[in-house]
C-alpha cells in the first residue's frame, strides 16, 4: 500500500460546452443504455465498426482528451485480453499457428477479435457518457426516468435523493479512510504484510472506526434534515428543471438513425 | 434495531424515522464505494476490501435497509460517481462482464442482512436470560453462514454473467472469475463476521444503534 487514496480518480467529468456536453442528461442516458444493448444485438463486423464510427465521432465531438481511451479500458484490461486468448485458442477451425497443444486458428481470431471489441466499445460508451455529464445531471435524469414508477410505489424522489447523499459523502468518507490509513500506518500497521492473518488483523482497526464514523455522518445528516422539516418529496419544487429542446431531440433522432443502421448492417452489406 | 442506551443525548425518534433510513442508506452507499477502493496486495489477486464492504454493510443494516444500500449503490456507479472497483463508472459497466458482481452485491446484502438481523435479535434474547455465551455462539454461527451463503450468491450471478457477456464459456469464466479470489474470499468471510459484531458493539456504545 503507498500513495494516498485521494491520488485516485475523484471524478470522470470533463466540464466542458461541447454540443455532446448539452445534450438532456435524459437523452444521453437513454441512448447510453440503447447503445450498449445494441452492441450485444449487432450480428458482425459492419454494424460494430458503425457502432465504433457513431463513438468515436462522439468522442471527438465531446473533445474528450485521447488518453481517455486508455483510462476507460484499464480496469478491465486483464479480463479482455483473457477473453481475446480463450476465444482464439479455443475455436477449431484452420490453424494458423501452433504451440504444443494450442493452435490459433483464423477463426478463433475472427471471433476473439469482435468479442473482444465489442467489450472494448461497451466500456467507453461509458466513458463517453460520464466524461460529458455531471453525477448531478445523470442523477437528476435517472429520477425522470423512474417517475412512473412511482405510481406503482417506487419512491422516486426519495432514490435520488439517496444517489445524490452517496455521492456528496464519496469525498468526505474517502478523505476520512486516508487519515485512518495514515493514523494506523503511523501507530505502526502494515499492510503491505502478504500474510492473510496479519493482514486481517491490521484491516479491523481500519474498517471499524469507518463504519462507525459512516453512522455517525447518517446520524447528524438525519437530524440535520429532520429539523430543517423534510417531509419527502411530495410538493417539492427543484432548483434545476430538466427541458429539452429541439437541438436534443435532433441529437436523438441521429443517435436513433445512426443505432438502426448499425443494427441493420448486416442485411444490406451481404454475409 | 435502535437500542439506544440511557442517558446518551440521541434521539430515538429520528433513530427510527424514514428520513435516517434515507441519510443511512445514502452515507453506506457512499461507504461500500470508498472500501472498493482500498486494495491491499495479497497473493494471487489485490485484495479489495469491496465484498467485505458489501458484506459488513449488509450485516449491519439488515435485510431492508441492506439491499435498498446496495442498489443505491449501483445506482451511483450508474449516474457517473467512478464506484466500481478500479474506479470505473455508467452503464457500459453495469450491463459488461463484471456487472453480474454488481447485481450479486444486492442478492449478498440481502442474505447477510437477513442474518445479521437473525443473529442481533438471539443474540439479545439470550442476553436477557443470562445465556451470553450462548447467544454469541449463535450470533456467530448465523454470520458465518450467512457471510458464506452470501459469498455464494455473488458468483452464482457474477460467473454465468461474465461468461455470457465475453462469450468465453462457463469453464474460462470460472477459471478467470473466481478461482484466483477463492482464498480471499474466505479470508472476507471470516472477517465480516468479526467486523459486524465489533461495529455493532462500538454502534451500541456509542447511542448511535
Known amino acids: 500500500m503507498s500513495g494516498s487514496l485521494l491520488t485516485l480518480a475523484m471524478g470522470q467529468y470533463v466540464p466542458g460546452d461541447s454540443a455532446v456536453h448539452r445534450v438532456d442528461p435524459r437523452f444521453k442516458l437513454a441512448t447510453s443504455f440503447a447503445y450498449a444493448i445494441g452492441l450485444f444485438l449487432v450480428g ?32 478491465l484490461l486483464v479480463l479482455i485480453a483473457f477473453t481475446f486468448l480463450v476465444q482464439a485458442l479455443s475455436l477449431p477451425g484452420k490453424a494458423l499457428v501452433t504451440v504444443g497443444p494450442f493452435s490459433i486458428t483464423r477463426e478463433g481470431l475472427d471471433q476473439g477479435g469482435f468479442l473482444t471489441f465489442r467489450l472494448a466499445l461497451l466500456l467507453l460508451s461509458s466513458v463517453v457518457l460520464t466524461a460529458t455529464t455531471s453525477p448531478v445531471s445523470l442523477t437528476d435524469a435517472l ?38 490509513l495514515r493514523a494506523q500506518r503511523a501507530r505502526g500497521v502494515d499492510l503491505s504484510v502478504r500474510n492473510p492473518w496479519r493482514l486481517a488483523q491490521g484491516v479491523m482497526p481500519l474498517v471499524v472506526p469507518l463504519f462507525v464514523l459512516s453512522f455517525r455522518h447518517a446520524d447528524d445528516l438525519a437530524v440535520a434534515m429532520a429539523s430543517r422539516c423534510y417531509h419527502g418529496g411530495r410538493g417539492r419544487t427543484r432548483y434545476r428543471e430538466l427541458r429539452a429542446g429541439l437541438r436534443d431531440v435532433v441529437g436523438l433522432g441521429v443517435a436513433a438513425g445512426w443505432l438502426g443502421l448499425a443494427l441493420s448492417a448486416g442485411r444490406w452489406w451481404g454475409p | 434495531m435502535a437500542e439506544g442506551m440511557v442517558g446518551q443525548a440521541e434521539s430515538p425518534a429520528i433513530g427510527r424515522s424514514r428520513v435516517a433510513s434515507l ?50 449503490y449501483i445506482l451511483a456507479g450508474l449516474v457517473g460517481a467512478p464506484i466500481f472497483a478500479g474506479g470505473h463508472s455508467g452503464p457500459g459497466v453495469l450491463l459488461g462482464p463484471t456487472g453480474g458482481y454488481l447485481v450479486g452485491f444486492v442478492g449478498a446484502a440481502f ?42 450468491v455473488i458468483y452464482l450471478i457474477g460467473v454465468p454473467w461474465l461468461a455470457l457477456v465475453t462469450g468465453m464459456g462457463l469453464k474460462a469464466a470460472l477459471t478467470a472469475g473466481m478461482v484466483p479470489y477463492l482464498l480471499s474470499d474466505t479470508i472476507k468471510a471470516a472477517l465480516a463476521v468479526v467486523l459486524v459484531r465489533a461495529v455493532d458493539r462500538a454502534l451500541v456504545s456509542q447511542g448511535l444503534r
Do not use: N
Open chain 1, 44 to 75: 458482425g463486423w459492419p454494424g460494430l465498426s458503425l457502432m465504433a464510427i457513431g463513438l468515436a465521432g462522439l468522442f471527438v465531438a465531446g473533445g474528450l482528451p485521447a488518453r481517455y481511451v486508455g483510462r476507460g479500458l484499464r480496469p
Open chain 1, 143 to 180: 429520477e425522470w426516468f423512474l417517475r412512473p414508477l412511482a405510481r406503482v410505489g417506487v419512491p422516486a424522489y426519495e432514490i435520488a435523493l439517496m444517489v445524490t447523499i452517496a455521492l456528496r459523502y464519496i469525498p468526505t468518507l474517502l478523505r476520512e479512510a486516508d487519515d485512518l
Open chain 2, 23 to 72: 441519510a443511512l442508506c445514502g452515507v453506506m452507499a457512499a461507504l461500500v464505494a470508498v472500501c472498493a477502493w482500498v486494495s491491499l496486495p495479497l497473493y494471487p489477486v489485490p485484495f479489495t476490501l469491496q465484498t467485505l464492504g458489501v458484506l459488513v454493510a449488509g450485516g449491519l443494516l439488515g435485510r431492508k435497509l441492506g439491499p435498498i444500500t446496495l442498489a443505491v
Open chain 2, 111 to 152: 442474505i447477510m442482512g437477513w442474518a445479521g438481523d437473525i443473529a442481533r435479535r438471539g443474540a439479545r434474547g439470550q442476553r436477557l436470560r443470562g445465556r451470553r455465551a450462548r447467544g454469541k455462539a449463535s450470533a456467530v454461527l448465523h454470520l458465518a453462514v450467512g457471510a458464506l451463503l452470501a459469498s455464494v
